[in-house]
């Protein structure tokens, strides 16, 4: 663990948002920056399902962050200016507590016994960590995917405690399509044998069934169009075994298997299980009834919304429901469609996109 | 097997397109309607990778065909004067030669031992069918997804046999966001310990690496659109058990689990990955360099090419480039791209959307 990282253990017994408790939940967080004396220039980022607290490098952490390019002195997100939380969403597996943590009332880990994780959840153990860091309003609530529907229930749930609000490549809520494949990820995991209904032994963890579901994540993430650029009908150079018949034969075909091995080893298939499932249940239509009711919880100052042409996870269609939700209640909402070819992973490495919006926001923020 | 499927030996050896040879292989196939005395009124029809010969019912086999609305008396392919064949590709398993088979130099199931497939392979088996019953040269090739690859191998290869094609939501060859799909359908068969590198055991076959391939297949078949429509965030009625933390919680899930068991245990699974596989291999671009050398070989009097808005597998770009090349070389060539939600299946299921546009195709050559 790096020095970087910080954790908070909360004192007494966390209430879930669906159903159970958690004793004494640990949150791992990094930040960036410096608190001003009004404490009113602090920025909550909530990442996607899979990265760790550590968003960009610091002198405690020099390794490249999940958003190096987006968060430093000078950089749209500017630790300059701003002082910058990103907190390991609960339930996740880089130091907050998880279905991999220890459950102090018992001794052992918690695995399935975990309670039924909801992004309401993630949002609400952040706000602890806000308080904890004498925070009373945050300046912007930034949300990436998964995170944008963490920080769109934050917002909803605790209005007062946020002023702004950017939604990256996210939605008010899972439609069929996402719960579909989301739901096919998860099965994969739960149909490898190694998985062992989720008691799957330490160091043989249903490998298979993450590079699986890693891939099919993969197909989601990105788009037809930046494949067909990059990899056309290519063959691959890895020639393949004689026993291999019918795989890794086109190029395509390698880049997954090389972006599914890298991952398949690092995330906890059971943190994997229940932040999906999460992602599955949120739902800002349970705030009043429905969506407008829901937006209209929202006491925002001011709101971007951000979304690629060609994601098929997060559509276009979704982000203008947002955007249109948002602007009942805050004149000031932007959308912003871009038009990346990189699918719903824009965000990760289409930065010349996302740069400049980013920039436009928090310099509009200082007139 | 019913009365109404035929099958046709073939002597001696078939060399396939890649590599090997099968002894003796099999065709199966039904017909509709009579061959007229000019021989000049014959429909061959190509199916999808999963259908067998029966497109639809007839005397000999009252079970509706997977095309029934299509095909038949007053239907937009009119039994009443058109002698309509469809083939059972070769590599499948519905009487025709495939993994599945007993190899007769051998006796035992070829299982991987079957050469590799090519659509070409299908293609020049079904022309073997087609001089066995008598036929020159083809009033109309038809082929719908793979089988519109399967077509277009025909019709480049053998260009004196057929005078007009239809395209159904097929391709000119695979892109990648196709071939990864393809590609981890296979790898979820293939993972399933139960298949034992093809080996399998009869009456134990990869039920549940199968179950995920289709599930991530009607993912692909179908459209986000529609879903978004028919499902919603609706809530399963079959109530999930209580092991079942993660799945079968939304009607959407439900749906698929449904949709999935009904197909795993009816299709062999080595004949899948063959069949999937030559899906990916099919390139037009293999005759003469290129796609433009490959549409020139096409000696065709009229085409149609037709495709759907929210087909993710075969995209509209597809179709685009079929219409565009084949109009290169035959002035006659119609693309009709429908507005239709329900993804690449709406050749199976929006039967009002096709039937206009292929009546009207059939109208035009009678004039």
């Not at 968003?55 to 997100?77: F, H, N, R, T, V």
């Not at 925070?135 to 917002?155: E, K, Q, Y």
Request: proline content about 4%; some cysteine; glycine content about 8%.
């Amino acid at each position: 663990m790096s020095s970087a990282r910080k954790c908070l253990t909360f004192d007494g017994s966390f209430r879930m948002h669906r159903a159970g408790h958690l004793q004494s939940p640990t949150l791992a967080y990094e930040t960036w920056g410096e608190l001003n004396a009004a404490r009113d220039n602090a920025i909550l980022l909530f990442g996607g399902l899979s990265p760790s607290a550590h968003a960009a490098s610091s002198e405690g952490d020099m390794a490249p962050g999940w958003w190096e390019d987006m968060i430093g002195s000078g950089l749209p997100i500017d630790t300059d200016n701003y002082f910058v939380i990103c907190v390991n969403s609960l339930g996740s597996c880089f130091g907050s507590t998880g279905p991999a943590s220890i459950n102090p009332e018992t001794g052992k880990s918690y695995r399935l016994a975990f309670p039924v994780l909801a992004l309401e959840d993630v949002a609400d153990t952040a706000l602890i960590v806000v308080e904890h860091l004498g925070i009373d309003c945050l300046h912007t609530v930034i949300g990436c995917s998964m995170g944008g529907m963490s920080g769109l229930a934050f917002c909803v749930r605790h209005p007062d405690a946020v002023k702004r609000f950017i939604s990256i490549s996210s939605a008010a809520r899972a439609m069929p399509f996402s719960i579909a494949v989301r739901s096919l990820q998860r099965e994969m995991i739960r149909s490898d044998p190694k998985w062992r209904k989720g008691k799957y032994k330490q160091g043989d963890p249903p490998m298979t069934g993450q590079r699986l579901a890693r891939k099919l994540g993969m197909i989601t993430y990105r788009s037809a169009e930046e494949w067909a650029q990059r990899f056309g009908r290519e063959r691959s150079t890895d020639h393949a075994r004689i026993e291999d018949l019918f795989v890794a034969e086109f190029s395509v075909e390698s880049y997954l298997e090389n972006r599914a091995n890298n991952f398949s080893g690092a995330f906890d298939p059971n943190c994997y299980l229940y932040l999906s499932h999460a992602s599955d249940l949120f739902d800002l239509a349970e705030y009043g009834g429905s969506l407008d009711a829901g937006f209209r919880k929202l006491q925002l100052e001011q709101a971007l919304v951000m979304g690629v042409r060609t994601d098929i996870l997060f559509p276009l269609d979704q982000q203008r429901e947002l955007a249109d939700g948002i602007s009942a209640v805050c004149s000031d909402t932007r959308l912003a469609e871009l038009n990346c070819i990189r699918g719903h992973d824009s965000f990760l490495v289409d930065m010349d996109a996302f740069r400049p919006v980013i920039c436009e926001f928090f310099e509009s923020c200082c007139n």
